[in-house]
T-cell receptor, first 114, second 111 residues
Framework: DAKTTQPTSMDCAEGRAANLPCNHSTISGNEYVYWYRQIHSQGPQYIIHGLKNNETNEMASLIITEDRKSSTLILPHATLRDTAVYYCIVPLGAGGTSYGKLTFGQGTILTVHP | SQTIHQWPATLVQPVGSPLSLECTVEGTSNPNLYWYRQAAGRGLQLLFYSVGIGQISSEVPQNLSASRPQDRQFILSSKKLLLSDSGFYLC??????????FGEGSRLTVL
């Protein structure tokens, strides 16, 4: 997987937007950016992924810079239940032996406080 | 819709005892299946993956083995547990190259 860099921890007030950055300066042209989160004592949960365009789903929005070297996951209205470790992952190109074999780094510990 | 289940959720085993964790997937056929482990305070590590019945690939040398006797069943085993086998074990299936769906996890404590 391409190397990603995330802040170790972040805080956010409940109801405010949480913006989680990720640097992936070595990303290749056909590699996607994936985001997961892991709530304490649970398995990771897939959130969203994108290639070059911004993406939005019911959980979050993903903003990818034009040069694709960084991205930001946005939780528009954070709640206490969004407190978790958030992982930014760039798997090796689609298909091939890397399919589904993800490298989870240390991620960002997001704490949402009242 | 697809669901994934694994069990047992929690177990405490003595050193040297055997281990069997089971994972089943529903709602999809011929899924790619994975076993990950998360040691205390550490990130997830891929242990095994399978692209089909009887096809197992190991990512790291270890005291564990995996088997896939049926299309939607994935089993993690050990003949003799070590203290270092303690951790949170997660089964997953993939819906795409980077899209994994994980089970609830099995927390193993080896004493």
């Amino acid at each position: 997987d391409a190397k990603t860099t995330q802040p170790t921890s972040m805080d956010c007030a409940e109801g405010r937007a949480a913006n989680l950055p990720c640097n992936h300066s070595t990303i290749s042209g056909n590699e996607y950016v994936y985001w997961y989160r892991q709530i304490h004592s649970q398995g990771p949960q897939y959130i969203i992924h994108g290639l070059k365009n911004n993406e939005t789903n019911e959980m979050a929005s993903l903003i990818i810079t034009e040069d694709r070297k960084s991205s930001t996951l946005i939780l528009p209205h954070a709640t206490l239940r969004d407190t978790a470790v958030y992982y930014c992952i760039v798997p090796l190109g689609a298909g091939g032996t890397s399919y589904g074999k993800l490298t989870f780094g240390q991620g960002t510990i997001l704490t949402v406080h009242p | 819709s697809q669901t994934i289940h694994q069990w047992p959720a929690t177990l405490v085993q003595p050193v040297g005892s055997p281990l069997s964790l089971e994972c089943t997937v529903e709602g999809t056929s011929n899924p790619n299946l994975y076993w990950y482990r998360q040691a205390a305070g550490r990130g997830l590590q891929l242990l095994f993956y399978s692209v089909g019945i009887g096809q197992i690939s190991s990512e790291v040398p270890q005291n564990l083995s995996a088997s896939r006797p049926q299309d939607r069943q994935f089993i993690l085993s050990s003949k003799k547990l070590l203290l270092s086998d303690s951790g949170f074990y997660l089964c997953a299936w993939s819906a795409g190259p980077g899209e994994l769906f994980f089970g609830e996890g099995s927390r193993l404590t080896v004493l």
